[in-house]
Every structure is written in structure tokens, then in C-alpha cells.
């Protein structure tokens, strides 16, 4: 494919469906900023792309409730950590939502989304930042607050300062890099205090602890 300019977000979309993936293509096309530089139904093939293509974002979609994109999220993110996966599918169940943020996404979206929302995660993932869409964010925080009602509450007070100044930049959407550069301190730390907030938050994802800061208030505190 041809070298596109820096200025725009090089796309791979991943989808098993042709009718889905070329809806996602042209949807995507009609955003300048935007450039397509691959298109795969295939996991497998995927992974050699995004090694050769190099792309900024990577969009992800099963296109049918019966089939379980997380496991080629992980994939795809163990193959480049650093690759901002947004996921789109028909399937908003909170349980599916975690696993996939669980695997290394950081958007999710229904299938039916507007075409305008589809380009705003696209631009919002690719600076690094979590989206999830307004529909999926109440079942997701009713299904962690269910998890959390078996212990005692999360509780500020179980974090470092810093820790704490981390969680609450993370909540505001910023990425590692933002908040690196907001505390004045190199990526890789940002990372280990993220490291530490899962741990004592029991989960693994940033988009999991941000709605955990949400729904416990912490923006304010």
C-alpha cells in the first residue's frame, strides 16, 4: 500500500464478514484524517500485517454475538502491546465487554453504532484514550459493582499518592504517555503504578479501573 502522510491514523480493520468489513472501510474512508491500510478476516493474517503495515489502530469486529473476538484481541495486543484495538460488535453484554477490555481493548462499540461515534473512537483510540459507548457503560458498572458487593469496597486510601494521582488522570481518559508527561515521570513508571492499581483492584484493564474511579466518585475526591 501506499506511504500515507503522518498526519493521518493508519486503520487495519479485522472482521470475518465481507458485507461488515466493507461497511467498516467506507464508513471509515470518508474521514480524511483516516487511512486504511489493511483489511483481514483473518486473525492469523492480521498479525502479519500489523508487523508489515505498521498501523496506529487496529479495529476489531465479530459481526455476529456468537463468535468471541477476545481471544484475537489478546493476541493481536501480545503481538504489539502497544496497539490500540477498538472493538465493534453486535454482542454489548457486559460479560463480553470485560473480556475483551480484559484482553487489551480499549473502545468497544455496538455494531449499530452511528457512523460519526464509529469515527470518534477511531480518533479517540488512536491518542491512546478508552471509549466505551454511553449504552455500555451502565451494565458494565452494574456488573463490577455486583463483583465488588462480595468484598468490602475499593477505598483510596488503599493507594500510593501517586498511585492515586495515576487512577485519576486514567479516569479522565489520559494515555501512559499523558500521564508521564502530567507527573513529569518516564512511561515505563506510569506503567508499574498501573501494574499496582490492578492488582489491588483485581482486574486488568485501565478501562475496568476507570469505571471503578467513576462509580466510586473518586474524579472529585
Known amino acids: 500500500m501506499e506511504p500515507t502522510p503522518r498526519q493521518q491514523l493508519r486503520i487495519l480493520i479485522v472482521c470475518p464478514h465481507k458485507l461488515a468489513l466493507e461497511g467498516l472501510r467506507l464508513l471509515l474512508a470518508r474521514d480524511e484524517d483516516l487511512y486504511i491500510v489493511g483489511l483481514t478476516a483473518d486473525?492469523?493474517?492480521?498479525?502479519?500485517?500489523?508487523?508489515?503495515?505498521?498501523?496506529?489502530?487496529?479495529?476489531?469486529?465479530?459481526?455476529?454475538?456468537?463468535?468471541?473476538?477476545?481471544?484475537?484481541?489478546?493476541?493481536?495486543?501480545?503481538?504489539r502491546p502497544d496497539i490500540?484495538?477498538?472493538?465493534?460488535?453486535?454482542?454489548?453484554?457486559?460479560?463480553?465487554?470485560?473480556?475483551?477490555?480484559?484482553?487489551?481493548?480499549?473502545?468497544?462499540?455496538?455494531?449499530?453504532?452511528?457512523?460519526?461515534?464509529?469515527?470518534?473512537?477511531?480518533?479517540?483510540?488512536?491518542?491512546?484514550?478508552?471509549?466505551?459507548?454511553?449504552?455500555?457503560?451502565?451494565?458494565?458498572?452494574?456488573?463490577?459493582?455486583?463483583?465488588a458487593t462480595k468484598e468490602p469496597g475499593p477505598s483510596l486510601k488503599d493507594f500510593t499518592a501517586r498511585e492515586r494521582e495515576v487512577l485519576t488522570y486514567l479516569a479522565r481518559g489520559l494515555s501512559d504517555r499523558d500521564i508521564a508527561q502530567a507527573l513529569f515521570i518516564s512511561v515505563r513508571t506510569v506503567q508499574s503504578h498501573l501494574?499496582?492499581?490492578?492488582?489491588k483492584l483485581g482486574i486488568h484493564s485501565r478501562t475496568e479501573a476507570a469505571v471503578i474511579a467513576v462509580r466510586e466518585g473518586w474524579l472529585s475526591s
Open 43 to 79: 486473525v492469523d493474517q492480521a498479525l502479519a500485517l500489523l508487523l508489515r503495515l505498521q498501523p496506529d489502530v487496529v479495529i476489531s469486529s465479530d459481526s455476529t454475538a456468537s463468535q468471541d473476538c477476545a481471544s484475537g484481541v489478546q493476541r493481536l495486543r501480545s503481538a
Open 84 to 147: 490500540p484495538v477498538l472493538v465493534v460488535s453486535p454482542d454489548t453484554r457486559p460479560e463480553r465487554v470485560q473480556a475483551a477490555l480484559a484482553a487489551g481493548a480499549i473502545g468497544y462499540l455496538p455494531l449499530d453504532a452511528d457512523p460519526d461515534e464509529l469515527v470518534r473512537a477511531v480518533h479517540t483510540v488512536g491518542r491512546g484514550e478508552l471509549t466505551l459507548h454511553p449504552a455500555i457503560v451502565p451494565g458494565l458498572v452494574a456488573r463490577l459493582a455486583g463483583h
Open 195 to 199: 501494574a499496582n492499581i490492578y492488582e
